[in-house]
């Protein structure tokens, strides 16, 4: 069984960083696709970030530039990494998987598996 676990979320304020994990058991973790999505409170959910088996990776527009994710295959771990963040990044940050073989990696295709999320907060 698949488990995605987030950690990492918090209150920040604008133009300062936080760093969210996911620890990924169950999970042929090297294999496929892993990315982070978002949902703020009224808009629908997008996605963040992915990160391919061989370390290619996407980002939404809104996030280039700000935000960098990476996995340490060691741990079984993805992470993303937020600078310079912005009351509009303020969501429910979720950890995603896409099944073994996954052909299409990035943030316009959805995922197979889905954490319980961790929440961003960031104020002006």
């Known amino acids: 069984q698949v488990q995605l676990v987030e950690s990492g979320g918090g209150s920040v304020q604008a133009g300062g960083s936080l760093r969210l994990s996911c620890a990924a058991s169950g999970y042929t973790y090297g294999s496929s696709c892993m990315g982070w999505f978002r949902q703020a409170p009224g808009k629908e959910r997008e996605g963040v970030a992915t990160i391919d088996n061989i370390g290619g990776t996407t980002y939404a527009d809104s996030v280039k530039g700000r935000f960098t994710i990476s996995k340490d295959s060691a741990k079984n771990t993805m992470y993303l990494q937020m600078n310079s963040l912005k009351p509009e990044d303020t969501a429910m940050y979720y950890c995603?998987?896409?099944?073994?073989?996954?052909?299409?990696?990035?943030?316009?295709?959805?995922?197979?598996?889905w954490g319980k999320g961790t929440l961003v907060t960031i104020s002006s």
């Open positions: 995603t998987a896409g099944r073994v073989g996954t052909e299409v990696c990035d943030v316009y295709h959805d995922m197979d598996f």
